[in-house]
């Protein structure tokens, strides 16, 4: 039985070759609660379903007219290497919905039991995952940084087997598409130019309908590879900025899209280690927070060598000079905005480093650290020059700041403040607080942080006044240095 359709949903991945994706009947979670629904990006996007529709379709027993879920093929490089046997292992693309502005919206069931790529995995998503992906999806977005983000979110009384016993759940997450660059790797090695062109001109046309107007198909092609490479090179600068790791940087954790994607044991930073690896499974620290540009531009390279046979070798180069300059930019925009810089110029960026290495050597936390700088000029500087530990380095660092923003424009430089600099942060330690409540069955917690988590640069005054305003300060050294990994 399907639902009556006051939301058009459709199923558009179906139309490109069926060795593409697989049809999937998702394993139904029995005895499933409804955890949230995430009622404001429901409206936005225009899905009218009721909360016990939503709970059907959440835990996968029933689904409005006009989706139909299928796992997709990819393969990817993870952790360096290359992967052939990756595709949706745990999830399934029910389809898609166009919001009021035309924007095309895919929604995706995670956790929903196995699929012919789960290979020894059991497809099933475990609650403490399902809900830090879940409240991160807001976190990023409320602070400028494009994401996917999650509709509704289920648990039940299956167990799942991972370290220890854990709980089943399943989440409906909406990204603007599920394509990875790890797909177009796969057709890459495919060597199959026809079907690679179905999937650029899928992607052109759901994604970046504008290139449709480009008349030479190798040009546009070119074209959407830039594209990929400049949002991607402006995502990191943004995840930088914020102090986000992303944890799992692999190929098939990359969207084309340039949404932050495929969250695991991701991370904000609290003291500002800049070599910090959020993921304990990631020895090496080749996703550590300061490797994240660099391997960002990594995956940007297997991006163009999977695009060669669309494209030219200078194509390829010059948009990985776009992701390059386009990185460089945004990082010197959005940093120095932090720092008050109502002109960030280049020579900021010296400034930058050298302020980010001295916080890492004094143990300083990387946000409370900017939220106490917008007092630096104010009758209330004495609270930041007191964070500073007394040294010789940071009186020169005084010193040098007072130079640099001398002359400018006092209501500028707090305007950029507020923009810039978050107060709220969804630390480790929160999260973590936030899933043991869930576990024991409190979902107030999730609840409030899913309101709080959108006004990150102003909480309002009940939030600052109310038993909660601890989590506005850094955390203390006990509720740092949580250890995750990618079990998940
Ligand atoms: P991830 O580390 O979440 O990006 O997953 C990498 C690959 O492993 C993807 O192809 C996933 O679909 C698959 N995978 C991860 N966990 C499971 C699981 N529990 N069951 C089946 N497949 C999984
Ligand atoms: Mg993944």
Redesign the pocket.
């Known amino acids: 039985m399907t639902h009556t359709n006051r939301t058009p949903f459709f199923q558009n991945y179906t139309a490109l070759p069926n060795s593409f994706y697989s049809k999937v009947i998702p394993e139904a979670m029995q005895n499933s609660s409804l955890l949230h629904h995430n009622k404001t990006l429901c409206d936005e996007l225009g899905i009218e379903l009721s909360e016990h529709e939503i709970l059907e379709m959440t835990s996968g027993q029933n689904f409005p007219q006009g989706l139909e879920p299928i796992a997709q093929k990819?393969t990817?490089h993870?952790f360096g290497y290359y992967?052939p046997?990756?595709?949706?292992?745990?999830?399934v693309l029910l389809g898609q919905i166009l919001d009021k502005d035309g924007q095309q919206w895919d929604l995706h069931l995670k956790?929903s039991g196995?699929?012919p790529?789960?290979?020894?995995?059991?497809?099933?998503?475990v609650l403490r995952s399902a809900v830090r992906e879940y409240l991160i999806g807001e976190a990023l977005h409320a602070l400028g940084i494009p994401t996917t983000r999650c509709i509704s979110l289920c648990r039940s009384s299956e167990p799942?087997m991972r370290e220890q016993m854990e709980t089943r759940a399943t989440y409906i997450r909406v990204a603007k598409t599920h394509i990875r660059f790890g797909h177009f790797e796969w057709l890459a090695q495919q060597g199959d130019i026809e079907q690679q062109k179905q999937l650029a001109n899928y992607v052109i046309k759901t994604v970046y309908p504008h290139l449709l107007t480009i008349p030479d198909e190798s040009t546009r092609y070119a074209e959407l590879l830039k594209t990929i490479m400049t949002n991607t090179a402006s995502l990191i600068a943004g995840w930088q900025s914020v102090g986000f790791c992303h944890g799992?940087m692999?190929t098939?954790?990359m969207s084309v899209a340039g949404e932050t994607f495929?969250f695991?044991p991701y991370a904000f930073l609290d003291d500002c280690k800049i070599h910090y690896i959020c993921n304990h499974s990631d020895t090496e620290g080749r996703y550590a927070y300061s490797q994240q540009p660099n391997i960002g531009l990594w995956n940007c390279q297997v991006l163009g060598q999977a695009f060669a046979n669309l494209v030219d070798s200078c194509a390829i180069e010059s948009a990985i000079n776009k992701y390059i300059e386009t990185f460089n930019q945004q990082y010197l925009l959005r940093m120095g905005y932090k720092f008050g810089f109502t002109v960030p110029i280049e020579e900021d960026k010296h400034f930058i480093a050298d302020t980010l290495i001295l916080l890492d050597k004094s143990n300083l936390d990387f946000h409370h650290f900017f939220v106490l700088l917008k007092l630096f000029d104010s009758d209330n500087h004495s609270d930041f020059e007191s964070y500073l530990p007394q040294s010789k380095a940071w009186n020169i660092w005084l010193e040098n700041y007072r130079k640099r923003i001398a002359g400018q424009n006092h209501e500028s430089k707090s305007n950029l403040y507020k923009l810039a600099v978050p107060q709220v942060i969804l630390r480790n330690y929160i999260a973590q607080d936030i899933i043991d409540a869930v576990v024991q069955g409190d979902t107030n917690p999730l609840h409030n942080w899913m309101l709080w988590l959108l006004e990150p640069f102003g909480p309002d005054k009940t939030f600052k006044k109310s038993s909660h305003a601890h989590y506005l300060k850094p955390p203390t050294s006990c509720q740092k240095g949580l250890a995750l990994s990618?079990s998940?």
Do not use: I, K
């Open positions: 990819y990817g993870q992967n046997d990756l595709g949706d292992g745990r999830g956790g196995r699929t790529y789960s290979r020894r995995g059991d497809g099933r998503a799942v799992v692999n098939d954790n495929d695991g990618c998940s």
